[in-house]
């Protein structure tokens, strides 16, 4: 087993920034692909962003191209998701997961293990 927590969520105002932290522990991190997935309330859990074992290929949904860089350190243990020019749009419940197979970054159904998640608000 895998287990996965997320930090770094809150309230921010349009325009700030917040950094999401996921730390992992039970199981070798560098061997999984991270993903980020965000649920807003009344809405389908969504793809984020995701990150490959060695960090050296990263994959994003179009609305936050430019906006979100993904990455992570494998010496902690910890991938990490940095959001800048937040919008209220991205409210949600932020989702960290670890995929070993990594075949389908975007399909929340191929991950093998998920964070409790983090609750990010963007007021306008």
């Known amino acids: 087993q895998m287990q996965l927590v997320e930090s770094g969520g809150g309230l921010v105002q349009a325009g700030g920034s917040l950094r999401l932290s996921c730390a992992a522990s039970?199981?070798?991190?560098?061997?999984?692909?991270i993903g980020w997935f965000r649920q807003a309330p009344g809405k389908e859990r969504e793809f984020v962003a995701a990150i490959n074992w060695t960090g050296g290929r990263t994959y994003y949904t179009d609305s936050v191209k430019g906006r979100f860089t993904i990455s992570r350190d494998n010496a902690k243990n910890t991938g990490y998701l940095q959001m800048n020019s937040l919008k209220p749009e991205d409210t949600a419940v932020y989702y960290c997961a670890a995929d070993e197979l990594g075949y389908a970054p975007g399909t929340s159904e191929d991950y093998d293990y998920w964070g409790q998640g983090t609750q990010v608000t963007v007021s306008s």
């Open positions: 039970g199981r070798t991190f560098s061997r999984y692909l």
